[in-house]
């Protein structure tokens, strides 16, 4: 069985920062009785947490969303790059795609 993108990023990004499921879960406004087996499941792949939920913990991971979505390790890294360059960094890189393609 593949394990989802989420639960595998998921993972990686908390372990990365150092917190744990029921930390993770609390700072994302889980409530703090099920915040650790709601990670847990998520992190699992039993439950998926919704977009808005995901959204809340991309913030605490200060990680773009879309990170967690893609299956591709590599666009995902891609993902967090882009998102550390800043607007005209960012405007040069597609300009300079888009006259490669």
């Not at 989802?4 to 744990?20: V, W, Y």
């Not at 992190?43 to 893609?70: C, R, W």
């Amino acid at each position: 069985m593949n394990q989802s993108p989420i639960s595998k990023r998921l993972k990686e990004a908390r372990l990365k920062a150092g917190l744990s499921q029921k930390q993770l879960g609390i700072k994302a406004g889980i409530d703090q009785f099920s915040a650790s087996p709601r990670m847990n499941q998520y992190e699992t792949g039993k439950h998926t947490p919704d977009f808005n939920t995901m959204k809340q913990i991309a913030k605490v991971l200060s990680l773009p969303v879309a990170y967690f979505y893609t299956e591709e390790d590599e666009l995902a890294n891609l993902i967090i790059l882009f998102t550390n360059l800043n607007t005209s960094q960012k405007n040069n890189l597609i300009k300079s795609i888009q006259c490669n393609t």
